[in-house]
């Protein structure tokens, strides 16, 4: 990753911190990481590793935070997580549709086919497993 | 909430519910102060462990709060950490456990024959 690009990342999770850490850390922890990324270590490693500290930072229990703050922002970092899970599933089948544009071997248009070769999951009827080999594996 | 010297004094292992990070924070302070690359720096070389920055920010935050460190004034933009009394005291207390579950776990295997 290009270093300006690198540093906008971090900068960009180092804003998900509370804003009194932000007084105190941030400085120190945009220069860190900047000389992390010289060092070598990954920015997207770093920009995770801050992203985790920043949900830990809100969700530990500070006096004087109120509790409404700390159900907010776990409510923030949920309704994110459903989005980004939400835009993951619907980029999926496109870029399935992408492969078989492209003339995918293993991938074929169409509507499903019955496969004889297959195993139902004991206790767990809706669950098939495909014989390794036989099934289309897209 | 800080952990008084009474706390180490009265043998209660505090480090024992801080976590492996706060732990080596304070090993690696133990000699002379420094700040969070020195720290993370040391570390690697010390345990072999790459403290992410965000557990180190997270740890040294945890640290101050219980009084085990402090941190001086900042050089340039980086504020070094310093162990305190206190801090001191509750390391050699968690090292002087480790000691003991550490020996019992090598007798052990010496008898089990492993």
Same mark, same amino acid.
Request: charge should be positive; include cysteine.
């Given at each position: ?8 990342? $971090?900068?960009?999770?180092?804003? %998900? ?55 907010? =922002?776990?409510?923030?970092?949920? %309704?994110?997580?459903? $989005? ?20 995918? =071997? ?8 019955? $496969?004889?070769? $297959? ?20 | 909430?800080? *952990? ?8 209660? !292992? *505090?480090?024992?519910? *801080?976590?492996?990070? +706060? ?7 133990? /000699? ?15 345990? /072999? *462990? ?10 040294? !935050? ?8 402090? +941190?001086?004034?900042?050089? !340039? ?18 090292? !002087? +456990? ?17």
């Amino acid at each position: 990753m290009a270093g300006p690009r690198a540093i906008r990342l $971090v900068e960009t999770t180092l804003r %998900c911190y509370p804003a009194r850490w932000r007084r105190r850390h941030g400085d120190e922890a945009a220069e860190l990481a900047a000389l992390l990324i010289n060092d070598g270590r990954p920015a997207a490693s770093i920009a995770w590793s801050y992203l985790a500290g920043a949900a830990r930072e809100w969700l530990t229990p500070r006096p004087g935070r109120r509790l409404s703050t700390m159900a907010c =922002a776990l409510l923030i970092a949920a %309704c994110s997580l459903g $989005v980004t899970g939400g835009l993951l599933a619907s980029a999926a089948p496109a870029r399935a549709a992408t492969g078989q544009a492209h003339g995918s =071997a293993h991938c074929r248009p169409g509507p499903p086919e019955p $496969v004889p070769d $297959v195993i139902r999951a004991i206790g767990h009827p809706q669950v098939i497993i495909r014989e390794a080999g036989h099934g289309r594996s897209c | 909430m800080t *952990v008084g010297k009474r706390d180490a004094e009265a043998g209660q !292992d *505090v480090l024992r519910r *801080v976590g492996e990070a +706060s732990v080596l924070i304070l090993i690696s302070l133990a /000699d002379e102060p420094r700040h969070g690359y020195a720290l993370i720096q040391d570390i690697k070389e010390l345990a /072999d *462990v790459e403290l992410g920055p965000g557990t180190l920010y997270g740890a040294l !935050d945890r640290l101050e709060r219980l009084g085990l460190i402090e +941190s001086l004034p900042a050089e !340039d933009r980086r504020h070094p950490y310093r162990i305190t009394a206190p801090g001191a005291a509750a390391l050699r207390l968690h090292l !002087d +456990s480790l000691e003991r579950v550490s020996a019992a776990g090598r007798l052990r295997l010496q008898l089990g024959g492993i």
